[in-house]
């Protein structure tokens, strides 16, 4: 079975562009959450959906975006970029969201650079 | 203050060394506790979870503090294909879907 697979894999834009990835959860997952992880740090969380709708938000400007699909694949948006949001955008899938934790699986990344 | 702090080593050891990991975490009501396994340039993949009454698999052992708030990760018999950066990961009541990283903690294991 394919895991959790996003694209496109590298991305370079520079400052003030817009970018959108994308993500396709594993078969059956219905939540998506999206991290953002730059050079020398632990991933830090971007949103979550579940069933097409955003069920948490990190601590991240209006210029990040996301929504889920109807077949729960998602995409993340992010506008007016900066030097800074050059990082490894990471998603995730999980079965659920509610009650006790269920493990989310990591897709390969989107390696964006801004120039 | 970071929610979750690591030591960002690098810790560097020779093969069949037992090397040990911690990890401290601020918020006192985070409920669930794992290790992430993160290789270079690849995605974070979940190594084990951890509990009060600490857990074993293999070469590796969790432990978890509540009243210190500090959980560990020991690697017995380090095999060079431990060579990876070690994610300490805390999730909060009521936010299951939010896992909250710490930096991570790169081991190098030496031949």
Known sequence: ?115 | RKEVEQDPGPFNVPEGATVAFNCTYSNSASQSFFWYRQDCRKEPKLLMSVYSSGNEDGRFTAQLNRASQYISLLIRDSKLSDSATYLCVVIRPGNTGKLIFGQGTTLQVKP
């Not at chain 1, 969380?45 to 990190?58: A, P, S, T």
């Not at chain 1, 900066?82 to 969201?97: E, K, M, Q, T, V």
Request: charged share 15%.
């Open chain 1, 1 to 115: 079975d394919a895991g959790v697979t996003q694209s496109p894999t590298h991305l370079i834009k520079t400052r003030g562009q817009h970018v959108t990835l994308r993500c396709s959860p594993i078969s059956g997952h219905k939540s998506v959450s999206w991290y953002q992880q730059v050079l020398g740090q632990g991933p830090q969380f971007i949103f979550q959906y579940y069933e097409k709708e955003e069920r948490g938000r990190g601590n991240f400007p209006d210029r990040f975006s996301a929504r889920q699909f109807p077949n729960y694949s998602s995409e993340l948006n992010v506008n007016a970029l900066l030097l800074g949001d050059s990082a490894l955008y990471l998603c995730a899938s999980s079965f659920s969201r509610a009650g006790s934790y269920n493990e989310q699986f990591f897709g390969p990344g989107t390696r964006l650079t801004v120039l």
